[in-house]
Each structure stands twice: as structure tokens, then as C-alpha cells.
């Protein structure tokens, strides 16, 4: 053994017998602070004695931990993944309980309640002082997912890693390219600023621009499967079945996914050894972990749940995520006080269950899906794509610029540092490539501004009664579908019915940031501008000349796709473009082409409603209870970012411009070929290997 690795032996070694010593010292300050636990017998003991008791007990919990921990969270991997964090404190408390039995000293007692907190109080502080030890919290946390990766490798039988680099692609969700460059500026995202500016930078930023539907669902089923055809927006009804569908749902997503592989006859990004972590749809990928696409499935079939095992099954990090969790609870229920304390405009409700929403968001996914991309390094996976949600989850409530976004930037960059560490360790060199799917707009809500829903407005249009108190219109981030997939509950949004009644002449309408869709689903086709005038004579113009409306687009009889907008503008879809850009004037140059290829889907609404923009500010106003949307047209919203190594060719040419996620899919696909290198054929590599070979021993010289 070398002396390297004897120094890591001996460091470990030293390491264990201070988090032992320290956690033996903080049994007795339980001890004597706590009623309910005690270290000695009713008769006394000695203070030898008591610091024996101790002792035993910390080194027979520690040990617990350690074995058992990993049994508890395998036999409980189909407990609800997130039922299965906030188990974490009751487990301990459950470990320490059996620890006190069955110590050598025997003299140990506590409470049950009191039990769970002298466990939490003691994993707290043994991992800080684990990680107080290292160099760095991180550095820490990297080494035991060494020791994860190791015992992989050595179960692949001592196979040598490939040479050729690998791919990662992080997904920024909702990370625009003006807000990478502002965080960029103010020092908020170091390690992103050190690839594009240090001495040698070794990344390129490129902006790109989403489709018309500038949403998870339609932008990362194109990235992760070459294809978002007839993705109109982020839920839509489909009059052919009579559903509505929504990318967060499992089952809708699963349904995507398989039309987009009929469609392109691919089974995505990442078939070839990949992996796919926290995303919507699965890429092809074989190794999945928060993947909502499968996440409908029971059983053993369900791999997407997998991968909280991998890292519950170290109590450390079930320790720290729990502990981080609870934080981050009240850290925005401090924030959103703050927010309504000074009357910040805009502002929506940010109360309920929204604290335990962001926290799953900004803590538990973050560290699963950190912890999976990190593992899938050190066993040298081929693909890697990671969806990080925390950002758009909480620029949708606290506004994309806030500080509380910017706060969330700074932890994800050091995500990122953590992630480019490791894959110096990795068995191969890995490309890191940095992406998002969409970015965000700001501007308050249609229902704050006008006092009343999109939905009512169009039922006022149709002399439909409209209530007096206006119904709020669920948020749908992506956060939310996760936590209750993690929840094994349903993904059904108050007021949205899967089935909707087709006898029903009434509209449904449905929102997706500042996209509205209205549709009619007693009519078994797409209606056209002259069946909807007949029915409703004042719809459209009322629509159309909403001081809160951009444009509408619907189907025409005469003129096929027609744009409507205030004051009698209409243009036929296919007479728009930079010249004559009519009421799609102030969304600028792009949005024409986008409207088009979205006017022929065959699930595009019978009308199709963009809220109104104001460049100057870039404001649009969400249908959704959103402070930052995204989804339709206008600003950052539809601007993301790709930022790539300089070892990998350029996304574009010089004077060339990065329009939709089809085509950032074929990117980052030709990105993998150069990341393989040049390609051997079978036979060539067949003869290389018999020329390698020793001769047979009664071979001539």
C-alpha cells in the first residue's frame, strides 16, 4: 500500500475517532440538558461510568448508522420519496433507541420523542464535524460518493473506464440568458464566471430562442428527443380524446414521450449509455432518477425512484438535506413575510404548502439530483443530462430578479463547482455543458391588473355568467408536479378536469404563463373565426381588444391561420413577417415563424390568446398566479442560454442564429459523435484486436 493511501487510511481513521468523540461529548451535554434522557442508573453511577455509557452509546449509534441506515432505506425505497426525507429524524431516533439497549453498559434510557431529537441533535454534529475536518463541507461529501463510485467499479470487475470524454448537460430550469449574464456581472456565480472569463476561458455563451410555448414540457421533450410537434403549449385539451393534457403530469408526460419517439422513430438523446436525472421525460436513458415520464409506473418497473436510495442510504445526507430542508422552510416564510411587510409590487400569495414546495425544490431535488450526476461521473457514464429546477421554481413567486432568486443562483453555481471537481476524478475527461430551456418573464398577473381571469373574460365575451369573486388559476411550475410525484399523488390542478364533459357548450380555458387557450369541446374540430362569430358574436373582439391581450390567433375559413389584434388588425398567418409584422410588432423578430409552425399542430386550440407585452420593461401579465411566467411570447422569457466548451465546435456560424429546441437537440448530438471520436468500423476493430494478440506457442518464429 502506498504512502498516499496509507496518509487517506489514517486521515479516515482520525476523522472517525473525532466525530466519535464529539458525538460521545454531545450524548452528555443531551444528557444533562434533556429530562427525559439519562446516562445512568436511578441509584447513581460514577461519572466514569456515565462517561462509559456515553461512549458506548455514541459508538453503538454511529455503528448502527452506518450498517443499518442503508438496510432501512432499501427496505423503504417504495415509501413515497419524499415521506421518506422527513423519516429521516424518526429513523435516527428509532437507531439511537436500539443503541441505548443494547450498549455494553446497559445504563442508557430516553424517551421515545425525546429520542428523535437527541438523534437529530447528534447526526447534525457528527457531520459537521466531519465536515469541519475537510478542507471544504464539499469536500467531504465528494469523498463518500468516491467510496459509492468505488465499490461500483469494483463490482463492473476492474473494467477499465473508456478513454473518449463523456457528456454532462445541466439543465438550468428557467435561467435566462439576461439573468445568467446579470448574476454573471455581480459576482453571483463564480465558477460559471472563472469557464467564460479566466485566464483561459474554456466555455462560449450562446443564446437561443424557444418555440412559441416556452415551457419545460415543449423545450426539453425537443432537447432530450429531437422532436416537441403538436406541444402547443403547457397543457391543452385534445378534443380527440376528451383529455387535457399537462407536461407535469406522469401520464401526460409518458404519452409525450412515446409520440415524440414514434414521430422521429429515436428513442433520444441519451440511448447509449445515459442517464437522465430530475427531468421530465427520460431521454432514452436507462439509468433514471426523478424522471416524471415513469413516474406513473409501480412497482420495480419504477427505476425513477432509485436514485433517492443511492442517497438516503448515507445518513450524513439524509441528515443534512432534512436539516437543509427545514431551513429553507422558513427561510421563505421569512422572505414572503418580508415581501408583505413592505408591500412589494408585484406580489402573489406565497402561503399553504408552497414553503414545502420551494424547499423541495431548492434542497431535496437539488442534492438527489446532484449526488446522481456525480455517481454517474465516477462510474463514467457515456450522457448525462440534469434538469435543476430551484430557480424557476422560486422566480416564478419572488420575481426572476429578485434577491431570493439571486440567492438560489449562488447555492446552484456552487452545485456546479462541485460537479466540475469531481470530474477531475472521473475514470474519463467529461464535457460539461451548461443549458436552459427557457427564461423568464416579469409583470404581474392578468387577474391583479384587470380584477378578473382570462377564463371570465371569455366567459363574458360568450354572455356566459361570470362569478363575482374571480377564481384564481393554479400555478403549474414544475416543482409542484415533482413533489406530489414524489407523493405518489396525482397531478390534478384545482378547477382542471383530465376529462371535461363533452355535452357542455361552455369553453374551457386553460392558462400556461402568459399563454391562454380556449377551446369548445362540443365541437369535434378546430372552429374557425366565422363558427366562433356565429356562436359568439362579441368573443373575439373582446379578446382581441382587451387592453390586456397582445394578440389572438385562430383558424380562418378564407385566410387558413389568422392573427387578431386591437382595433380590427388582422393579418393572415402567412402574410406575417418583419415587414408586416401587424399586432406582433413589439414581440420581435422570430415570432411570426413561431406562430405559423404552432398554427399546424393538430391539438392547437380553437383560440390561441398572448397577454399583452411591454418591451421598454419586458413585462408580460401571466394567466397562472405567477410574478415570473413563461410560456407564450414576449421577452426574457423566450431567450435562454446554451453554454458549451470551446473543445466542442460552435453551436452556430458566426452570423448564425439557434431557433428552437429541435434544433439545440441536433447540437447536442453532434457534440456526442465528436465527444466519441472517429468511429472504427466492426471489422477494422475486430483485426486490430487479433494483431494484439500473442502467437500460439507452436507457431514458426
Same mark, same amino acid.
Given at each position: 500500500?502506498?504512502?498516499?493511501?496509507?496518509?487517506?487510511?489514517?486521515?479516515?481513521?482520525?476523522?472517525?475517532?473525532?466525530?466519535?468523540?464529539? /458525538?460521545?461529548?454531545?450524548?452528555?451535554?443531551?444528557?444533562?440538558?434533556?429530562?427525559?434522557?439519562?446516562?445512568?442508573?436511578?441509584?447513581?453511577?460514577?461519572?466514569?461510568?456515565?462517561?462509559?455509557?456515553?461512549?458506548?452509546?455514541?459508538?453503538?449509534?454511529?455503528?448502527? @448508522?452506518?450498517?443499518?441506515?442503508?438496510?432501512?432505506?432499501?427496505?423503504?425505497?417504495?415509501?413515497?420519496?419524499?415521506?421518506?426525507?422527513?423519516?429521516?429524524?424518526?429513523?435516527?431516533?428509532?437507531?439511537?433507541?436500539?443503541?441505548? *439497549?443494547?450498549?455494553?453498559?446497559?445504563?442508557?434510557?430516553?424517551?421515545?420523542?425525546?429520542?428523535?431529537?437527541?438523534?437529530?441533535?447528534? @447526526?447534525?454534529?457528527?457531520?459537521?464535524?466531519?465536515?469541519?475536518?475537510?478542507?471544504?463541507?464539499?469536500?467531504?461529501?465528494?469523498?463518500?460518493?468516491?467510496?459509492?463510485?468505488?465499490?461500483?467499479?469494483?463490482?463492473?470487475?476492474?473494467?477499465?473506464?473508456?478513454?473518449?470524454?463523456?457528456?454532462?448537460?445541466?439543465?438550468?430550469?428557467?435561467?435566462?440568458?439576461?439573468?445568467?449574464?446579470?448574476?454573471?456581472?455581480?459576482?453571483?456565480?463564480?465558477?460559471?464566471?472563472?469557464?467564460?472569463?479566466?485566464?483561459?476561458?474554456?466555455?462560449?455563451?450562446?443564446?437561443?430562442?424557444? #418555440?412559441?410555448?416556452?415551457?419545460?414540457?415543449?423545450?426539453?421533450?425537443?432537447?432530450?428527443?429531437?422532436?416537441?410537434?403538436?406541444?402547443?403549449?403547457?397543457?391543452?385539451?385534445?378534443?380527440?380524446?376528451?383529455?387535457?393534457?399537462?407536461?407535469?403530469?406522469?401520464?401526460?408526460?409518458?404519452?409525450?414521450?412515446?409520440?415524440?419517439?414514434?414521430?422521429?422513430?429515436?428513442?433520444?438523446?441519451?440511448?447509449?449509455?445515459?442517464?437522465?436525472?430530475?427531468?421530465?421525460?427520460?431521454?432514452?436513458?436507462?439509468?433514471?432518477?426523478?424522471?416524471?415520464?415513469?413516474?406513473?409506473?409501480?412497482?420495480?418497473?419504477?427505476?425513477?425512484? !432509485?436514485?433517492?436510495?443511492?442517497?438516503?442510504?448515507?445518513?450524513?445526507?439524509?441528515?443534512?438535506?432534512?436539516?437543509?430542508?427545514?431551513?429553507?422552510?422558513?427561510?421563505?416564510?421569512?422572505?414572503?413575510?418580508?415581501?408583505?411587510?413592505?408591500?412589494?409590487?408585484?406580489?402573489?400569495?406565497?402561503?399553504?404548502?408552497?414553503?414545502?414546495?420551494?424547499?423541495?425544490?431548492?434542497?431535496?431535488?437539488?442534492?438527489?439530483?446532484?449526488?446522481?450526476?456525480?455517481?454517474?461521473?465516477?462510474?463514467?457514464?457515456?450522457?448525462?443530462?440534469? #434538469?435543476?429546477?430551484?430557480?424557476?421554481?422560486?422566480?416564478?413567486?419572488?420575481?426572476?430578479?429578485?434577491? #431570493?432568486?439571486?440567492?438560489?443562483?449562488?447555492?446552484?453555481?456552487?452545485?456546479?463547482?462541485?460537479?466540475?471537481?469531481?470530474?477531475?476524478?472521473?475514470? *474519463?475527461?467529461?464535457?460539461?455543458?451548461?443549458?436552459?430551456?427557457?427564461?423568464?418573464?416579469?409583470?404581474?398577473?392578468?387577474?391583479? *391588473?384587470?380584477?378578473?381571469?382570462?377564463?371570465?373574460?371569455?366567459?363574458?365575451? %360568450?354572455?356566459?355568467?361570470?362569478?363575482?369573486?374571480?377564481?384564481?388559476?393554479?400555478?403549474?411550475?414544475?416543482?409542484?408536479?415533482?413533489?406530489?410525484?414524489?407523493?405518489?399523488?396525482?397531478?390534478?390542478?384545482?378547477?382542471?378536469?383530465?376529462?371535461? /364533459?363533452?355535452?357542455? @357548450?361552455?369553453?374551457?380555458?386553460?392558462?400556461?404563463?402568459?399563454?391562454?387557450?380556449?377551446?369548445?369541446?362540443?365541437?369535434?374540430?378546430?372552429?374557425?373565426?366565422?363558427?366562433?362569430?356565429?356562436?359568439?358574436?362579441?368573443?373575439?373582439?373582446?379578446?382581441?381588444?382587451?387592453?390586456?391581450?397582445?394578440?389572438?390567433?385562430?383558424?380562418?375559413?378564407?385566410?387558413?391561420?389568422?392573427?387578431?389584434?386591437?382595433?380590427?388588425?388582422?393579418?393572415?398567418?402567412?402574410?406575417?413577417?418583419?415587414?408586416?409584422?401587424?399586432?406582433?410588432?413589439?414581440?420581435?423578430?422570430?415570432?411570426?415563424? !413561431?406562430?405559423?409552425?404552432?398554427?399546424?399542430?393538430?391539438?392547437?386550440?380553437?383560440?390561441?390568446?398572448?397577454?399583452?407585452?411591454?418591451?421598454?420593461?419586458?413585462?408580460?401579465?401571466?394567466?397562472?398566479?405567477?410574478?415570473?411566467?413563461?410560456?407564450?411570447?414576449?421577452?426574457?422569457?423566450?431567450?435562454?442560454?446554451?453554454?458549451?466548451?470551446?473543445?466542442?465546435?460552435?453551436?452556430?456560424?458566426?452570423?448564425?442564429?439557434?431557433?428552437?429546441?429541435?434544433?439545440?437537440?441536433?447540437?447536442?448530438?453532434?457534440?456526442?459523435?465528436? %465527444?466519441?471520436?472517429?468511429?472504427?468500423?466492426?471489422?477494422?476493430?475486430?483485426?486490430?484486436?487479433?494483431?494484439?494478440?500473442?502467437?500460439?506457442?507452436?507457431?514458426?518464429?
Amino acid at each position: 500500500m502506498g504512502g498516499g493511501r496509507w496518509r487517506r487510511v489514517l486521515s479516515g481513521v482520525w476523522r472517525s475517532i473525532t466525530v466519535w468523540a464529539v /458525538s460521545t461529548v454531545t450524548m452528555l451535554v443531551l444528557a444533562g440538558a434533556l429530562p427525559d434522557f439519562q446516562l445512568q442508573s436511578d441509584s447513581g453511577d460514577s461519572a466514569t461510568q456515565i462517561a462509559v455509557t456515553a461512549a458506548a452509546g455514541a459508538g453503538v449509534f454511529g455503528l448502527l @448508522s452506518s450498517l443499518v441506515w442503508p438496510l432501512l432505506v432499501r427496505a423503504l425505497l417504495l415509501v413515497p420519496a419524499l415521506v421518506l426525507g422527513l423519516l429521516v429524524f424518526f429513523l435516527n431516533g428509532s437507531l439511537l433507541l436500539i443503541a441505548l *439497549r443494547i450498549s455494553p453498559s446497559g445504563q442508557g434510557e430516553v424517551a421515545p420523542e425525546t429520542a428523535v431529537v437527541v438523534a437529530a441533535v447528534m @447526526s447534525a454534529v457528527a457531520s459537521a464535524t466531519g465536515g469541519a475536518l475537510a478542507v471544504r463541507d464539499d469536500d467531504a461529501y465528494r469523498r463518500r460518493l468516491y467510496r459509492l463510485a468505488d465499490r461500483r467499479r469494483r463490482r463492473a470487475a476492474g473494467r477499465a473506464g473508456p478513454s473518449t470524454p463523456g457528456a454532462v448537460f445541466i439543465q438550468l430550469d428557467g435561467v435566462g440568458h439576461d439573468v445568467l449574464e446579470s448574476a454573471i456581472g455581480k459576482g453571483l456565480m463564480p465558477t460559471v464566471a472563472e469557464w467564460l472569463g479566466g485566464r483561459r476561458p474554456t466555455h462560449r455563451l450562446t443564446p437561443w430562442r424557444t #418555440d412559441w410555448s416556452s415551457q419545460t414540457g415543449a423545450s426539453q421533450l425537443g432537447i432530450l428527443h429531437g422532436s416537441n410537434h403538436d406541444i402547443p403549449a403547457f397543457r391543452w385539451y385534445e378534443k380527440d380524446s376528451g383529455e387535457v393534457m399537462v407536461c407535469n403530469r406522469p401520464s401526460s408526460a409518458a404519452e409525450l414521450q412515446r409520440r415524440a419517439i414514434g414521430y422521429t422513430g429515436d428513442g433520444g438523446l441519451l440511448t447509449v449509455d445515459g442517464a437522465s436525472r430530475g427531468n421530465l421525460f427520460s431521454g432514452g436513458a436507462d439509468e433514471l432518477a426523478l424522471v416524471l415520464s415513469i413516474a406513473a409506473r409501480r412497482g420495480k418497473e419504477n427505476r425513477s425512484r !432509485a436514485g433517492y436510495f443511492a442517497y438516503f442510504s448515507d445518513p450524513a445526507n439524509a441528515v443534512r438535506t432534512a436539516m437543509s430542508l427545514v431551513a429553507e422552510v422558513f427561510r421563505e416564510m421569512g422572505q414572503s413575510t418580508g415581501a408583505r411587510l413592505k408591500k412589494r409590487r408585484p406580489r402573489v400569495k406565497r402561503g399553504g404548502l408552497y414553503p414545502f414546495v420551494r424547499a423541495f425544490a431548492t434542497v431535496v431535488e437539488r442534492d438527489v439530483v446532484v449526488a446522481a450526476v456525480i455517481g454517474d461521473m465516477l462510474v463514467g457514464r457515456n450522457a448525462i443530462y440534469a #434538469d435543476l429546477v430551484a430557480y424557476d421554481e422560486v422566480a416564478h413567486h419572488s420575481g426572476p430578479h429578485s434577491r #431570493d432568486a439571486e440567492k438560489v443562483l449562488e447555492r446552484l453555481d456552487r452545485s456546479l463547482a462541485l460537479i466540475a471537481k469531481v470530474a477531475e476524478h472521473a475514470p *474519463r475527461p467529461y464535457r460539461i455543458v451548461l443549458l436552459s430551456d427557457h427564461g423568464q418573464s416579469p409583470g404581474e398577473t392578468f387577474l391583479t *391588473r384587470y380584477g378578473l381571469t382570462l377564463g371570465n373574460l371569455v366567459r363574458a365575451g %360568450c354572455g356566459l355568467p361570470v362569478p363575482r369573486k374571480a377564481q384564481r388559476t393554479h400555478s403549474g411550475a414544475e416543482a409542484r408536479a415533482a413533489v406530489r410525484a414524489a407523493l405518489r399523488r396525482p397531478v390534478e390542478e384545482g378547477g382542471e378536469r383530465h376529462r371535461p /364533459s363533452r355535452r357542455r @357548450s361552455e369553453p374551457i380555458v386553460l392558462a400556461s404563463g402568459n399563454l391562454g387557450l380556449v377551446s369548445f369541446p362540443d365541437v369535434p374540430h378546430r372552429m374557425s373565426r366565422e363558427e366562433i362569430d356565429r356562436r359568439h358574436p362579441a368573443l373575439l373582439s373582446t379578446l382581441a381588444n382587451h387592453p390586456g391581450v397582445g394578440f389572438v390567433l385562430v383558424r380562418s375559413e378564407e385566410h387558413g391561420g389568422l392573427v387578431l389584434g386591437a382595433n380590427g388588425a388582422e393579418v393572415p398567418v402567412d402574410e406575417l413577417d418583419d415587414a408586416r409584422p401587424g399586432p406582433l410588432a413589439d414581440f420581435g423578430p422570430g415570432a411570426a415563424d !413561431a406562430i405559423r409552425r404552432t398554427h399546424s399542430f393538430p391539438h392547437v386550440a380553437d383560440i390561441m390568446v398572448n397577454s399583452w407585452y411591454e418591451p421598454g420593461e419586458g413585462e408580460v401579465l401571466a394567466f397562472e398566479e405567477q410574478i415570473g411566467s413563461h410560456g407564450g411570447l414576449g421577452g426574457a422569457q423566450a431567450r435562454p442560454f446554451l453554454l458549451s466548451p470551446v473543445a466542442l465546435s460552435a453551436p452556430v456560424e458566426d452570423e448564425g442564429e439557434l431557433v428552437g429546441a429541435e434544433h439545440v437537440h441536433r447540437i447536442l448530438r453532434r457534440w456526442l459523435r465528436e %465527444c466519441d471520436g472517429p468511429q472504427v468500423p466492426l471489422a477494422a476493430r475486430s483485426n486490430e484486436r487479433a494483431a494484439r494478440l500473442p502467437p500460439p506457442a507452436d507457431s514458426a518464429a
